[in-house]
């Protein structure tokens, strides 16, 4: 079974919109850590957020903020206010406290902001 | 300062060749990852290094050699360059624990003719 899963191959979203991207996982490890990394065409990898699985709140980072719901083992981005600038790949990954040297990527989301 | 920083950025070069690509972190991580990017944006660990041992190996041709002279330094050498090769390859590092993030480099695109 795939650790993380997206869903989304691509998404449009109107410029000054909020946009939802998914995120599943699965995972038996009580503790575990979520990340969003941004991949912008100039290729280099930008973290976005993280959420740990402990975390009672959910996390946010200026206009990015993680919608974690833990029962049903998802892991939103959400980016409020799109700017042209955030069109983008969007990776969700996972690490695991049992095979903590491990990432798991997600095969990501690509995002477009229309103007 | 640059956290994670791999050498060269671009690299071009024939098929049957050998090259390297260096990696550096400043920032004292005991783990080092390097990771292959295909044409369709997936990312997929090749190998891993948690104080210059060897923790990941996936299947990854034998052409494929990882060396880690300390555990600031994590270099990719790979022998008799295939087409297939031709990927960007991102060296990383991390803190050994699981709510820790990775940091990535800025990438090496290969490209075999």
């Known amino acids: 079974a795939q650790k993380i899963t997206q869903t989304q191959p691509g998404m449009f979203v109107q410029e000054k919109e909020a946009v939802t991207l998914d995120c599943t996982y699965d995972?038996?490890?009580?503790?575990?850590?979520l990340f969003w990394y941004k991949q912008p065409s100039s290729g280099e990898m930008i973290f976005l957020i993280y959420?740990?699985?402990?975390?009672?709140q959910n996390a946010t980072e200026g206009r990015y903020s993680l919608n974690f719901q833990k029962a049903r083992k998802s892991a939103n981005l959400v980016i409020s206010a799109s700017q042209l600038g955030d069109s983008a790949m969007y990776f969700c990954?996972?690490?695991?406290?049992?095979?903590?040297?491990?990432?798991?990527f997600g095969t990501g989301t690509s995002l477009t902001v229309i103007p | 300062d640059t956290a994670v920083s791999q050498t060269p950025k671009y690299l071009v070069t024939q098929m049957g060749n050998d090259k390297s690509i260096k990696c550096e972190q400043n920032?004292?991580?005991?783990?080092m990852y390097w990771y292959k990017q295909d044409s369709k944006k997936f990312l997929k660990i090749m190998f891993s290094y948690n104080n210059k041992e060897l923790i990941i190996n996936e299947t990854v041709p034998n052409r494929f050699s990882p060396k880690s002279p300390d555990k600031a330094h994590l270099n990719l050498h790979i022998n008799s360059l295939e087409l297939g090769d031709s990927a960007v390859y991102f060296c990383a590092s991390s803190q050994e624990f699981w709510g820790e993030k990775l940091f990535f480099g800025s990438g090496t695109q290969l490209s075999v003719l």
């Open positions: 959420q740990g699985s402990y975390d009672q």
């Open positions: 995972t038996s490890d009580p503790s575990y850590g």
């Open positions: 990954a996972m690490r695991e406290g049992t095979t903590g040297n491990q990432f798991y």
């Open positions: 920032l004292g991580h005991d783990t």
